[in-house]
């Protein structure tokens, strides 16, 4: 008895509740954003209620998880992984299909996204495996560990297909490599590798946006013939290998000293890029292709997939400094901007609440990444750094996306606004991802 109360005492002093006031915050607010946002749709009631509901299991969930010890983790990771790819393969047999995607469990009033928690079984995962193996001098059973425990994910997630839900991966694991002591150039390598893979087809795509608008623009016209021929991604293969190596022999005539595994690599890796650009392309559907690159110049499909990041900017500018009011928006109260209580809800805020209620969400995310990182430097020990830095990077990722993509400088990826877009699975993934955060925390001041 005289143990629990002292575990009680030390849960309630040493729980990071900033960051728990700064979670409920911007979940009070998404919740006043979904009831304005889904009131043309005449759907206010059960968004709203579904996002309470998950809001309020989440929180069970959050201080559950808080005080459970998440060194626990780190020796049920092969378990936590099992328990994922099943869910994944779950989805795929007995999943509801959504827009072209079976990634939804129906459980009648409330719909269930395993992909939401399996990103954070992913960080747990990957965390435990680094933080076993990351003194090993082995650095290709290293990367080849890392990228097994990646691919079994991927390739379950893009089946449903859900292109979106895997881009967060990439970024997380570049980080946690990073803090595991992987050299700077391998990860420099691996970006490339993943830059051409995605930036190929996406750059053919533009360049055909492009000429269908602009018949006459020549350049964009050769670009996209040269891309759309796979055959042709083997004289730009050719072509970047050689500025690679000139670079490298030009550094050799200065007598700058700079050995040749270097270009071999970044070579290496633009010929897998260019070879894993040709899968991305068959996997990509077109509306998703556009989706993607469309941010560049919304103008070239105005009622296709520019439409929504027109809308969206005309919506946030006409916000101005105080806002319009709470549904007194007339790109959101008309229904102008679809997807608005999920991907565009921060447009339904800067157009409703203005400038000051949007600068203060953006502060709150500050602060709340920052608490993040801030656990993770005071973790009691590598493993609580790494989740807490996986968590951090995930968050961030979805942040700056979400908010750079409804202000037309981000593709639109169709990521949610962490704890304000409308999506019970989100939510209540995002509040367990915070009482992970804060097991770490309190960890620190127990035993």
């Known amino acids: 008895m005289k143990k629990l109360r002292k575990f009680l005492a030390t849960f309630i002093f040493n729980i990071d509740w900033i960051i728990l006031l700064i979670v409920f915050t911007l979940a009070t607010i998404g919740i006043f ?8 749709y005449e759907t206010s009631f059960k968004h709203v209620s579904v996002q309470i509901a998950a809001c309020f299991l989440g929180t069970i969930f959050l201080f559950a998880i808080a005080a459970f010890d998440y060194q626990f983790y780190k020796y049920l990771d092969k378990i936590i992984y099992a ?4 869910l994944l393969i779950s989805v795929l047999i007995f999943g509801t299909l959504k827009k072209g995607t079976r990634g939804w469990f129906n459980l009648g009033y409330l719909s ?3 992909v939401e928690i399996v990103k954070i079984c992913y960080i747990l995962v990957l965390s435990s495996f680094l933080d076993k193996n990351s003194n090993n001098p082995n650095l290709i059973y290293l990367l080849t560990g890392t990228f097994l425990i990646l691919f079994g994910h991927l390739v379950l997630i893009m089946l449903q297909p859900d292109f979106s839900s895997t881009l967060s991966y990439f970024p997380v694991t570049l980080v946690l490599l990073f803090i595991a002591g992987v050299p700077t150039f391998i990860l420099m390598c691996l970006s490339v590798f993943a830059s051409f893979a995605v930036g190929m087809p996406l750059l053919e795509t533009f360049a055909k946006m492009q000429q269908q608008v602009f018949p006459d623009h020549s350049f964009m016209a050769k670009i996209h013939s040269l891309l759309s021929e796979d055959w042709y991604k083997i004289y730009i293969l050719e072509g970047f290998s050689v500025i690679v190596m000139s670079f490298w022999w030009g550094l050799k005539k200065l007598k700058i000293s700079f050995s040749f595994i270097y270009p071999f690599f970044l070579c290496l890796s633009i010929a897998f890029g260019c ?4 899968v991305v392309d068959k996997s990509l559907k077109d509306y998703q292709r556009k989706r993607l690159v469309v941010f560049l110049n919304p103008k070239v499909d105005v009622k296709g997939a520019g439409y929504n990041i027109i809308q969206s900017k005309i919506a946030i500018g006409s916000g101005e400094f105080k806002g319009k009011g709470f549904k007194q928006g ?3 109260q008309l229904g102008f901007l679809p997807e ?4 565009f809800i921060f447009s339904i805020i800067g157009e409703e609440r203005g400038w000051i209620v949007s600068q203060l969400i953006i502060v709150l995310y500050f602060l709340f990444i920052w608490r993040i990182f801030k656990t993770a430097k005071n973790a009691k020990d590598r493993y609580g750094s790494f989740v807490a830095i996986g968590i951090g990077t995930m968050f961030t990722f979805y942040i700056v996306i979400n908010i750079g993509m409804v202000m037309g400088m981000m593709p639109v990826t169709g990521m949610p606004l962490p704890l304000l877009s409308y999506g019970g699975s989100s939510v209540f993934s995002s509040l367990c991802a915070v009482g992970i955060l804060c097991s770490i925390q309190i960890r620190k001041y127990l035993f």
């Open 33 to 40: 954003a979904i009831d304005s946002a889904s009131s043309f």
């Open 83 to 86: 328990i994922s790819i099943s």
């Open 112 to 114: 269930f996204q395993p």
């Open 275 to 278: 070879l894993a650009s040709i």
């Open 330 to 332: 007339t790109q959101t």
């Open 340 to 343: 608005q209580h999920t991907d």
